[in-house]
């Protein structure tokens, strides 16, 4: 009985060496990671790349920004008379040719008669995308602060939704009439009419925003760990929304090019005479001239104007899944 059972063991011990080989271990092999860590940044541009189109509206605006700078230099005619140089003004009403790439400027579009569309398009380009560059950044700024501060302190409701009601039952318009009866059409100036109340917007949308997560548990939990306000909106809340965030700083831009446009065509925007030439101011002088004839002298400004908002816009919705961590692996 003994033995049989002896034989039994050895048949079983031999069985389970034929199955199991010991390969050993390895300190280095335990620690190596099977797939590569995580990164936020890294995952947002894999996702942003996806899409060929993104490329597309990138390309659009390099060849935009390109030519701000450099396409005065490549056909320039000057269009600030000063001291030294003199305005270059060419026959009104010529189409696009071989000197004049753009054509040039009709008879009624007041300063811009008889000049080089190509350098008023590029020279008026750098100074809208400059313009709106500057308002998306102070508009975002304070959109991002004042509309965290009223979601987090809810003492701050009552005067910041009289001052929304009244800003919102006021036209706009009329108070960009009454405050130029008093300023002077600079750069300042006209970031100041822009900057005024664009900012509610987005305030308003952070507040509801940090309304709604505010009183999560690891919200809740970290106050009472005895986390700071400025701990808590700058770690907690505003990480959160920064797909929101990246969206609404892409989107601002074109906004604040296209609210130009709107104040050139009321004549509250730059004075072409002293050199501050807009796409907005562009457009207007042609609508005041005889486009439906000489089409070029609209849609010239449009081929810029466009472009360059479609590619932002663009490139905003998709930042806007690009930087949502749902999105991510």
């Not at 811009?112 to 008026?124: A, N, Q, Y």
């Not at 750098?126 to 509309?147: E, K, N, Q, Y």
Request: charged fraction near 15%.
């Amino acid at each position: 009985m003994t033995n049989s059972i002896r034989d039994i063991d050895s048949v079983a011990y031999h069985n389970v060496e034929d199955l199991f080989a010991v390969i050993g271990a390895s300190d280095e092999n335990i620690e190596k990671l099977q797939t590569a860590p995580y990164s936020y940044w890294r995952e947002t541009l894999r996702q942003l790349f996806k899409k060929p189109l993104t490329f597309v509206c990138l390309f659009f605006l390099f060849l935009i920004v390109f030519f701000t700078i450099f396409g005065p230099i490549i056909r320039y005619y000057n269009i600030v008379g000063n001291e030294t140089t003199e305005i270059v003004q060419f026959e009104p009403y010529l189409p696009p040719n071989s000197i004049n790439w753009f054509g040039t400027g009709g008879n009624k579009m007041a300063f811009f008669d008889g000049l080089d569309l190509w350098s008023c398009v590029w020279v008026g380009s750098r100074l809208s995308l400059l313009l709106g560059t500057v308002v998306a950044i102070i508009d975002t700024i304070l959109g991002i602060v004042i509309g965290a501060l009223w979601g987090y302190f809810r003492r701050l409701d009552p005067i910041m939704i009289e001052i929304r009601n009244f800003v919102y039952n006021v036209p706009s318009l009329l108070l960009y009439f009454l405050l130029m009866q008093f300023l002077q059409p600079t750069f300042w100036t006209i970031v100041f009419l822009l900057c005024m109340f664009d900012w509610l917007g987005l305030a308003g949308f952070m507040r509801n925003q940090i309304i709604i997560i505010r009183n999560r548990e690891y919200n809740i939990a970290s106050r009472s760990l005895g986390s700071s306000a400025g701990t808590m909106i700058t770690h907690n809340l505003l990480p959160y929304l920064i797909s929101v965030i990246v969206t609404v700083v892409s989107t601002a831009i074109p906004a604040a090019i296209s609210s130009e446009v709107g104040l050139a065509f009321f004549g509250l925007s730059f004075t072409p005479a002293n050199g501050d030439v807009t796409l907005g101011q562009l457009l207007t002088a042609a609508t005041q001239d005889e486009w439906m004839s000489y089409p070029y002298l609209l849609i010239v400004p449009l081929i810029v104007l466009v472009p360059l908002t479609v590619s932002f816009f663009y490139i905003g919705l998709v930042l806007a899944d690009a930087t949502d961590p749902k999105n991510h692996r």
